[in-house]
């Protein structure tokens, strides 16, 4: 899967892709109230999301290390892929950082880690009803949309 390259414009300031850490969980629920879910990420989440063995959060930091983005993608073997297959589920970048590199340098983290785990199929969920849904930016990283259907248990449900 390809990713478009992030800019080497000078002028922009710079940023810094890794792993999410305990301390974050502040930034991660400002970042994820941007996507519609106020409150989602309090420090207990955060801690018991991070320590999953498979979960995986990466975060972009500014130059002071502060979180602007982040990515959420979970991995498990399947036994019709006879392997693992993985889930972005949730990508964001803070509004005034997006079109500065910062989600394609996040897609690019998941895509390196999914390739060491010998990750047989990558999905991306997303809300196309969502104002921040980037169908181009999906497809310019290599996703392709299919026509899945999704279906909730009404009784289990996540309530915004």
Same mark, same amino acid.
């Given at each position: ?5 992030? /800019?080497?414009?000078?002028? $922009?300031?710079? &940023? ?5 850490? $305990?301390?974050?969980a502040e930034a991660l ?17 955060? *801690?018991? =999301?991070? /320590? ?13 290390? #502060? ?6 993608? /979970? *991995? ?12 972005i589920e949730e990508l ?14 996040? =897609? ?7 390739? %060491?785990?010998? =990750? #047989?199929?990558?999905?991306? =969920? %997303?809300?196309?009803? $969502?104002? /921040?849904?980037? #169908? ?6 290599? &996703?392709?949309?299919?026509?899945a259907a999704v279906l ?6 996540? #309530?915004?």
């Open positions: 899967m390809r990713v478009p390259s992030a /800019s080497n414009d000078p002028n $922009r300031p710079p &940023f810094r892709v890794r792993p999410a850490r $305990r301390g974050d629920s400002a970042l994820l109230a941007e996507l519609g879910y106020p409150g989602a990420a309090d420090q207990a989440t955060v *801690h018991w =999301v991070i /320590s999953h063995p498979e979960i995986e959060v990466f975060v972009a930091g500014d130059p002071q290390d #502060k979180p602007v983005g982040m990515i959420v993608f /979970s *991995h498990r073997p399947q036994l019709r892929a006879k392997g693992r297959v993985a889930t964001v970048v803070t509004e005034s950082w997006r079109r500065r590199g910062v989600g394609r340098e996040l =897609v690019k983290r998941v895509l390196e880690r999914v390739r %060491t785990l010998s =990750v #047989k199929q990558l999905e991306l =969920v %997303t809300h196309r009803g $969502r104002e /921040s849904y980037a #169908k181009e930016f999906y497809e310019a990283c290599g &996703f392709t949309e299919c026509d909730r248990h009404s009784e289990l449900l996540l #309530k915004k």
